[in-house]
């Protein structure tokens, strides 16, 4: 594994002027060691800029050690594997086996209105906890892993939890572009088009609460076998062409031409090996796919940081915005 000190000395480099400062996110750091190897790696390599951290997965204390000069934010669980607050194993939260219902699971139960908005808010706090023993500091930032954190109901939780705690940016997954996606299977579009609905209406929310998030998101198009430098220049021209307007909450610059300031999610890595790694129920298919690894080669691609150099893309972390 590289030193830590070469994680303090690898930083983006500067660029005069920029158009759009973009915070690159490795979500699901923790998941599993070859995860957190292949998300360092891309950090190394300038290919992402920050990382969000699962503090329930198995190696999220390997990831936190990794990650002392890395950008880090928390990537709240309510749906994978097991809580961290150890009065939620048997809760409105998990199954009989004491795990999280699942992704979809998660949705069904809301809506049928089974779960806890209480049960919610202790596992939310307890997970900040973690990160904070984990770390040694507050998330800069703070998103749900699956988007759990935009649904209903559990986006006013959510915006209390990081109100009360200070934690100051989150994200708002709306895509520009993803309307027009024709190629994307249809129940991911369905699914897309669900969290883009969920995401629209947490913006009140959010705002009442002062919790901010970049003007533009990106990554839901671009994500696995879909990442591409063709498929990641159109994700940024269609964040040129919304402009620092739209669904911000961010105060715009004075400038005649204001700075977009944007997040690409991302989930590279190398694939997990079989029963390494996961939330407490092994790695799911998402993590052993040779998805995680393209994406990884996309974003480490130096056609790729041309491209950013060219359209004066400076990455970034959500402190730097």
């Known amino acids: 594994m590289?030193?830590?000190?070469?994680?303090?000395?690898?930083?983006?480099?500067?660029?005069?002027?920029?158009?759009?400062?973009?915070?690159?996110?490795?979500?699901?750091?923790?998941?599993?060691?070859?995860?957190?190897?292949?998300?360092?790696?891309?950090?190394?390599?300038?290919?992402?800029?920050?990382?969000?951290?699962?503090?329930?997965?198995?190696?999220?204390?390997?990831?936190?050690?990794?990650?002392?000069?890395?950008?880090?934010?928390?990537?709240?669980?309510?749906?994978?594997?097991?809580?961290?607050?150890?009065?939620?194993?048997?809760?409105?939260?998990?199954?009989?086996?004491?795990?999280?219902?699942?992704?979809?699971?998660?949705?069904?139960?809301?809506?049928?209105?089974?779960?806890?908005?209480?049960?919610?808010?202790?596992?939310?706090?307890?997970?900040v906890r973690l990160f904070i023993e984990l770390t040694g500091h507050l998330p800069h930032h703070m998103d749900g892993h699956q988007h759990v954190h935009v649904l209903p109901e559990v986006r006013d939780v959510f915006a209390q939890v990081l109100s009360d705690l200070r934690i100051p940016y989150t994200r708002v997954p709306v895509e520009p572009g993803l309307h027009s996606c024709t190629w994307l299977p249809a129940h991911l579009h369905r699914f897309y088009m669900q969290v883009e609905k969920d995401a629209l209406d947490s913006i009140p929310v959010f705002s009442r609460y002062g919790i901010r998030w970049p003007d533009v998101y990106l990554g839901l198009t671009t994500m696995g076998q879909n990442m591409s430098i063709h498929s990641l220049q159109r994700a940024l021209s269609h964040a040129f062409a919304a402009g620092p307007s739209g669904t911000t909450s961010s105060s715009a610059s004075g400038s005649s031409q204001p700075v977009i300031k944007a997040e690409l999610m991302v989930h590279p890595g190398y694939p997990s090996h079989p029963h390494e790694g996961g939330c407490g129920e092994g790695p799911d298919d998402f993590s052993q796919s040779a998805e995680r690894q393209h994406e990884l080669n996309v974003l480490k691609d130096p056609s790729l940081l041309a491209l950013y150099s060219q359209e004066r893309v400076q990455l970034c972390a959500f402190k730097d915005l």
Not at 26 to 44: A, K, M, Q, S, T
Not at 76 to 95: F, I, K, M, Y
Request: charged share 20%; hydrophobic share 40%; proline share 5%.
């Open 2 to 127: 590289r030193s830590k000190m070469l994680l303090w000395e690898k930083r983006p480099a500067k660029m005069p002027q920029p158009r759009m400062m973009l915070v690159v996110t490795g979500d699901d750091f923790g998941y599993c060691p070859r995860r957190n190897r292949g998300i360092v790696d891309c950090f190394l390599a300038g290919g992402i800029s920050n990382v969000s951290l699962l503090v329930n997965a198995s190696a999220a204390k390997d990831a936190a050690d990794l990650a002392k000069r890395i950008p880090i934010g928390l990537h709240a669980n309510l749906s994978e594997g097991t809580p961290v607050c150890q009065s939620l194993q048997a809760s409105t939260l998990t199954n009989q086996c004491g795990f999280f219902h699942g992704k979809m699971g998660f949705r069904q139960a809301l809506e049928r209105g089974q779960l806890s908005m209480k049960q919610v808010e202790l596992e939310l706090r307890a997970q």
